[in-house]
Nanobody, 120 residues
């Protein structure tokens, strides 16, 4: 079983920055992707940014140029640096890790979520 522990959320003024962290532990093997999703009030969960082990990185159009995803593979940790935050970035942010293989099975694990609130 894979456990994900997120940290770094909070309250920030518009234009400010936050850095989210997500540390994975447990039965971690053959990670395919690590990423961040968010769910704003009244909206469906959406992809914010994801990085695959093959080197591909995807960003939501709304965060391109402002958010940066990075990984520390040695620590099984993924980060989301969020700059120039806007009120519309307010949401619960969830870490996601996908991986596995045919022999030992696949996993798609989620963190508990961390609240990010952008408000003056």
């Amino acid at each position: 079983q894979v456990q994900l522990v997120e940290s770094g959320g909070g309250l920030v003024q518009p234009g400010g920055s936050l850095r989210l962290s997500c540390a994975a532990s447990g039965s971690i093997f053959s990670i395919n992707s690590m990423g961040w999703y968010r769910r704003a009030p009244g909206k469906e969960r959406e992809l914010v940014a994801a990085n695959t082990s093959g080197g591909r990185t995807d960003y939501a159009d709304s965060v391109k140029g402002r958010f940066t995803i990075s990984r520390d593979n040695a620590k099984n940790t993924v980060y989301l640096q969020m700059n120039s935050l806007k009120p519309e970035d307010t949401a619960v942010y969830y870490c996601n890790v996908k991986g596995g293989n045919v022999r030992f099975g696949f996993y798609d694990s989620w963190g508990q979520g961390t609240q990010v609130t952008v408000s003056s």
